[in-house]
């Protein structure tokens, strides 16, 4: 017995014997299902895209142009022609069309610019708007004014939440699709350096310090034909600390040049900027595109020729 004992102690330490854990398998992660129809290039409607670092993203049902019933009327528009009606605010309809397209458009990051121009465009039409998408712009008129809105930033194709009023045109003439804008040489006095600005766009208009600053910038995209962009052939081709952004609106000269940058700063305004309040404006004495001003409520800064102006709340 004594020996029975120590055999069982020994070798089977006389307890319970436990099994060995059964290893399970892992269970396997289904892959994600990609939605259909993915977008194509220039779908700007009705598809799925997914821009990177991010999930997958439906863009809004494709809508009807212009829907039976509602053909807008006198839709003629052009924007290099169209005169610029100074001071004039957009209606409130006319914005709170721009703000519900918006929203109904969804999420366009990624998308391309252009074309959601155009969608933008078609949605404000099926809405029985007079409406036209330009170059950087989409254009509603109301009345016998047009209102221009700036709703995309071509950085990244994404809306631009309430749109960006820029102004009031009066049409001239009844082209509809014209070439993008051809840009005159420079006057005599102004022969600048290749290349050439574009037209003005509006003014960067800093205020809240002793001597108030005004940046002109310009429309860099397009403006010598598809494909080109006056603020990368400047060297301000990328939105500032967005490295491989590209941008299409910039200052119309570099800093890096101060030379070319005054020069191209005269060419699109005109020579010197036309500064306007309701108080006394003094202008800086080397520099017009500085100013300041003494009992003033609002201050403003335009083309020399009173157009294309951006105003500030003092």
């Avoid at 049902?61 to 019933?69: H, K, L, M, R, Y």
């Amino acid at each position: 017995m004594r020996y029975v004992m120590i055999a069982c102690l020994s070798l089977l330490g006389c307890g319970p014997i436990s099994p060995k854990p059964v290893p399970v398998p892992p269970v396997p992660v289904p892959p994600e299902p990609v939605p259909s129809p993915i977008c194509q290039p220039r779908e700007t409607c009705d598809c799925w895209h997914r821009p990177p670092g991010q999930d997958w993203q439906k863009l809004p049902d494709c809508v009807v142009e212009t829907p039976p019933g509602k053909p807008p009327a006198d839709c003629a528009f052009n924007e290099h022609t169209a005169v610029p009606v100074p001071d004039m605010l957009a209606p409130a309809k006319v914005k709170l069309a721009i703000m519900e397209t918006i929203t109904a458009m969804g999420d366009t990051k990624g998308a391309p610019p252009q074309a959601t121009l155009l969608a933008f465009e078609s949605r404000l039409r099926a809405s029985g708007w007079c409406a036209v998408a330009g170059i950087e712009a989409v254009f509603v008129k109301d009345g016998s004014l047009w209102y221009e809105f700036h709703v995309v930033y071509f950085g990244d194709g994404s809306l631009i939440p309430g749109g960006k009023y820029m102004g009031a045109h009066r049409a001239v003439g009844d082209v509809v699709v014209t070439p993008p804008p051809v840009v005159a040489p420079p006057p005599a006095s102004y022969t600048c350096a290749n290349p050439i600005p574009p037209p003005l766009r509006d003014f960067g208009l800093h205020v809240g310090r002793q001597w108030m600053d005004a940046t002109p910038s310009v429309y860099g995209c397009g403006y010598k034909g598809p494909g080109t962009n006056f603020c990368r052939e400047i060297g301000l081709g990328e939105m500032p600390g967005q490295p491989g952004v590209e941008r299409c609106d910039c200052p119309a000269g570099n800093e890096d040049d101060p030379v070319a940058r005054s020069c191209r700063e005269a060419f699109v305004v005109g020579g010197r900027p036309l500064w306007r309040s309701d108080g006394k404006v003094e202008l800086h004495d080397t520099n017009p595109f500085l100013a300041r001003c003494s009992a003033c409520t609002w201050i403003e800064v335009c083309h020399a020729d009173g157009t294309r102006c951006t105003r500030a709340k003092l």
